[in-house]
Nanobody, 115 residues
Framework: QVQVVESGGGAVQPGGSLGISCAVSGVIFSLTTVGWYRQAPGKQREKVGTIASDGTTNYADSVKGRFTISRDNAKNTVYLQMTSLKPEDTAVYFC?????????WGQGAQVTVSP
């Protein structure tokens, strides 16, 4: 079974930056597309972006130019670096399979953006 553990996040003012990471086990990580997702209070979970095994990234329009996804295959870890944060970025952030999110969901990382 694939297991994910998200860490990082926290609280920041608008315009600030935060980083979160996701450690993945139970899969051949270097061959796997991984996605970041988020769920804001009262809203459905949405895909933030993905990173393919070759490092190719794709982002939702709402975060393009502000968020960066990277990976370290030696550590089986994916990273999400967030800059120019907005209050509407407030959510719990999760990682999962990037093509179809069919792994067990982790506990997520809370990101709160407020003045």
């Amino acid at each position: 079974q694939v297991q994910v553990v998200e860490s990082g996040g926290g609280a920041v003012q608008p315009g600030g930056s935060l980083g979160i990471s996701c450690a993945v086990s139970g899969v051949i990580f270097s061959l796997t597309t991984v996605g970041w997702y988020r769920q804001a209070p009262g809203k459905q979970r949405e895909k933030v972006g993905t990173i393919a095994s070759d490092g190719t990234t794709n982002y939702a329009d709402s975060v393009k130019g502000r968020f960066t996804i990277s990976r370290d295959n030696a550590k089986n870890t994916v990273y999400l670096q967030m800059t120019s944060l907005k209050p509407e970025d407030t959510a719990v952030y999760f990682c999962n399979g990037g093509i179809v999110p069919r792994w067990n969901w982790g506990q997520g990382a809370q990101v709160t953006v407020s003045p």
